[in-house]
Nanobody
Framework: QVQLVESGGGSVQAGGSLRLSCAASGLLGSIKFLGWFRQAPGKEREGVAV?????????IYADSVQGRFTISQDNAKNTLYLQMNSLKPEDTAMYYC????????????????????WGTGTLVTIST
């Protein structure tokens, strides 16, 4: 089992920045992909960014956040991050950290392949 705990959410004005963290624990040896997903009120959950946990740390982003958000991983701390800059009101959502041992970057981002483990989420609210 893998446990994921998000932190770092909050309320900021449009144009501001936030950094989300996700502390991972448990049986992490099999995890190959980590990602951030979000769900806004009244909308379906969508992929934000996914990173390959192995060599190279290849990542992929949703078009809506490309160039503004950066996903990164600190193996020594077993922590996943999402640096969010130039935030917009449409970025308001509950953000979830997720992990899996299978799949591919694109399929995981779009939800074709599912994540195996999920955190409980951290709320991000962007005001105008």
């Amino acid at each position: 089992q893998v446990q994921l705990v998000e932190s770092g959410g909050g309320s900021v004005q449009a144009g501001g920045s936030l950094r989300l963290s996700c502390a991972a624990s448990g049986l992490l040896g099999s995890i190959k992909f980590l990602g951030w997903f979000r769900q806004a009120p009244g909308k379906e959950r969508e992929g934000v960014a996914v990173i390959y946990a192995g060599l190279g740390k290849t990542s992929i982003y949703a078009d809506s956040v490309q160039g503004r958000f950066t996903i990164s991983q600190d193996n020594a701390k077993n922590t996943l991050y999402l640096q969010m800059n130039s935030l917009k009101p449409e970025d308001t959502a509950m953000y979830y950290c997720a992990a899996t041992s299978r799949g591919s970057l694109g399929r995981l981002l779009t939800g074709v392949d599912g994540m195996d483990y999920w955190g409980t989420g951290t709320l991000v609210t962007i005001s105008t």
